[in-house]
């Protein structure tokens, strides 16, 4: 099979919070499955719809002596959509999602 992704993905799994989706405020967390420069997959136990806009936050984990955490505030669209079972059995939601504007927070 021929690799037609634009980008290069990262395995990573970090906390997610889904914090709008379309107009409605929300407040639903989940764990990335991977991240690139155009886009992010992740679990969740939300249900969207393809085309949907949506906000979510990614938490990223930091060692400094400040303690203070990275998020990494992002605004895309979901371009894929599909139920299916956690690693435990659990449903689970997977939401692929544009990264079209983001900002870093401290």
């Known amino acids: 099979m021929i690799e037609q992704r634009r980008s290069k993905r990262f395995e990573l799994r970090l906390p997610i919070e889904v914090t709008r989706k379309s107009f409605q405020p929300v407040s639903v967390s989940g764990q990335t499955r991977n991240l690139s420069a155009g886009g992010v997959l992740f679990a969740t136990n939300l249900d969207v719809e393809i085309g949907e806009s949506i906000e979510y936050v990614i938490h990223f ?46």
């Open 61 to 106: 984990p930091t060692e400094s002596p400040e303690g203070t955490s990275v998020n990494l505030h992002c605004l895309g669209k979901v371009v894929r959509f599909e139920k299916t079972l956690s690693d435990d059995g659990e449903p689970v939601c997977l939401v692929a999602a544009t990264l079209e504007r983001y900002e870093f927070q401290r």
